[in-house]
């Protein structure tokens, strides 16, 4: 079956210091992957998608992930932190275009002054 | 905003007692979702639709049922609520599947007491 795994629960950062929020996927054929991220008290944002294509996507707000096929992982980076970046991170997953997506079980991001 | 709204925000309800939520779109999208979020569960599917009157059952969906008879209305009912049904809902909705990515509500937050 289809998981995510999101290997941290809380990762706090230090402001303007590089992150990586990090997903692996269970699957032997090929994906389609997201990450979200929710804001206090708010719903999902889509930050960005990986369909085909480029290994490398670029998503809103200096976001990036990078699609690693061999280690079926799919991490999130952003080179420099703002305050505004602290939020819950979901990394989510589907195995065709037509099955329920799954979504890991979020990284709390706390940016710190 | 996206055009999807949830009805109410919040909602105490007693055990026992059935509980309808509702997820208003404006967008005519056909696809659209209700998970509920859980600390250390990120999000879990309920039930999803494909169309008016077409729904199925996601994997957590005991408990719970759907109806979908105009393309912008997605109702949940809890039919007899428990305390195990204390979470936060959210609906999405999506233009043409999975494969693009979803656009979620700002949630219902939802206390069985």
């Known amino acids: 079956a289809q998981s995510v795994t999101q290997l941290d629960s809380q990762v706090p950062v230090f402001e303007e210091a590089p992150v990586e929020l990090r997903c692996n996927y269970s699957s032997s054929v090929s994906v389609y992957l997201f990450w979200y991220v929710q804001y206090p008290n708010q719903g999902l944002q889509l930050l960005l998608k990986y369909l085909s294509g480029s290994t490398l996507v670029k998503g809103i707000n200096g976001f990036e992930a990078e699609f690693n096929k061999s280690q079926t992982s799919f991490h999130l980076r952003k080179p420099s932190v703002h305050i505004s970046d602290t939020a819950e991170y979901f990394c989510?997953?589907?195995?065709?275009?037509?099955?329920?997506?799954?979504f890991g079980p979020g990284t709390s991001l706390s940016v710190i002054p | 905003d996206a055009g999807i709204t949830q009805s109410p925000r919040h909602k105490v309800t007693e055990t026992g007692t059935p509980v309808t939520l509702r997820c208003h779109q404006t967008?005519?999208?056909?696809?659209m979702y209700w998970y509920r979020q859980d600390p250390g569960h990120g999000l879990r599917l309920i039930h999803y639709s494909y169309g008016v009157k077409d729904t199925d059952k996601g994997e957590v969906s005991d408990g719970y049922s759907v109806s979908r008879s105009k393309t912008e209305d997605f109702l949940l009912t809890l039919e007899s609520a428990t305390s195990s049904q204390t979470s936060v809902y959210f609906c999405?909705?999506?233009?043409?599947?999975?494969?693009?990515?979803?656009?979620f509500g700002s949630g219902t937050r939802l206390t069985v007491v």
């Open positions: 967008e005519n999208h056909r696809y």
């Open positions: 999405a909705i999506s233009e043409s599947g999975d494969n693009h990515g979803y656009t």
């Open positions: 989510a997953a589907g195995k065709t275009s037509y099955d329920k997506v799954i």
